[in-house]
């Protein structure tokens, strides 16, 4: 090891220059705070002690600007592991933590020994077109992957292990458009011509399927719904609760919806009033009176839906659909049918406002241009003059003797 004239930076024996600087005192654990390096952000090696020094400099400034923050050697593992999955899960519904987790081992399994503070741009960037290329995932979950990651992140942000989110300095993978596959009005129609109401629990898979399809009500809305929120007198459904379940026998009941704007009164028509009063009779002659999509009791998971679905599918000879794409048939149903305004299907579906349904919904509106230009036809009358009105008539290069 050689010194150079700038302190803190160093040559060594295979002439490789590299800086060794200490920034002072960890203020939870006492310890020295000491960096080594022999690359810049960007994982470029230092070519001059100048250009090493200038970073030790910087080095210096953002630990002076970020108050003392350092992660100080712990790794992002550790991190995720101890601070933010337990973070993350007090947040979300248990439906939503357990896609996540999926993410987060990626996330985990890339990084694994890497510290936080050794996150770079380049780094960050190499991540991005590795999940990019990988022919397991699509874009869009490579999006929501890398999002995640930014995600972790921010949280070691607020809880002062980094003074900046560095994966912000590189931009997000765009999603993609993905459109959920859904049902058509008489796709709908097969399907509920495949039930035999008479059978008690096909009686129950019918009402489940076209409440979610006349309602729009999101799949843990519908699991959560119980007979009290629903106003016979009013024709209403009130939708203010979720639901987390792990099994018919373990589950609980939120308070709350998705989003704050999801706690919504939705009207209901005559049939589906008609329908839902026949049903209720027949649960509580059953011995059945809480949970509206219910045969036994308990609410119904989402795997017994997803089977529902499947099944009927098949019997009525149609494309089989996720459970969320109930949701996306009722915005096609109001759209294609009765003309409904984007305002009336926001306000129904519980967004926090129109431009959340158009970005994920606008491939519903597919004919609207089309009906819209058929309605201009002919509309505006006109007959042209036999001749020019005036004496000067576009370009007088023009000759007018045209035979």
Known sequence: ????????VYKDKKGNIYYQVELGVNKNTGKRIQKMGR????????????????????LKNKYAESKGIFANGIE?????????????????????????????????????????????????????????????????????IYGTFR????????LDFVYENISKKTK??????????????????KVISTFCIDVFYEHMCFVMLWLYFNTGIRVGEGQAL???????KDQKLTINSTIDLKSPSQ????????????????????????????????QKAHGVDNFVISYCGKPLGRNTIARIIDRHSK???????????????????????????????????????????LKHYSHLWPNRDRRLANKMTNVIKFKTSEKSLYEFNGNQVIKNNIV
């Open 1 to 8: 090891m050689s010194k150079s004239k700038y302190p803190c």
């Open 151 to 158: 995600q972790i992140l921010d949280y070691a942000v607020t």
């Open 39 to 58: 690359k810049d952000d960007q994982g470029k090696p230092f070519k001059t002690f100048k250009q090493c020094h200038d970073y030790v400099i910087s």
């Open 315 to 357: 019997l009525a000879g149609v494309e089989k659909i996720q459970a969320k794409g109930l949701r996306h048939s009722h915005v096609s149903y109001l759209i294609n049918h009765f003309n409904a305004d984007i305002l009336t299907v926001s306000n129904r579906l519980g967004h926090s406002g129109p431009e959340i349904t």
């Open 226 to 232: 119980t007979w009290d929120k629903i106003n016979f």
């Open 172 to 189: 997000p993978i765009p999603k993609g458009k993905v459109n959920v596959p859904y049902w058509t009005l008489e796709e709908f129609e």
């Open 251 to 282: 589950y609980k009941i939120k308070n709350k919806t998705k989003t704050e704007s999801g706690n919504r009164i939705i009207s209901l028509d005559d049939t589906t009033i008609n329908i839902l009063k026949e049903w209720h009779e027949t």
């Open 76 to 144: 992002l593992n550790y991190f995720i592991n101890k601070y933010y999955m337990p973070h993350y899960k007090s947040k979300v519904q248990e439906s939503t933590y357990k896609t996540r987790i999926h993410q987060i081992k990626i996330i985990k399994e890339y990084f694994i020994g890497t510290k936080i503070e050794d996150i770079s741009v380049r780094v960050c960037e190499i991540f991005k077109t590795k999940l990019l290329n990988n022919p397991k995932y699509s874009q869009s979950y490579s999006a929501m």
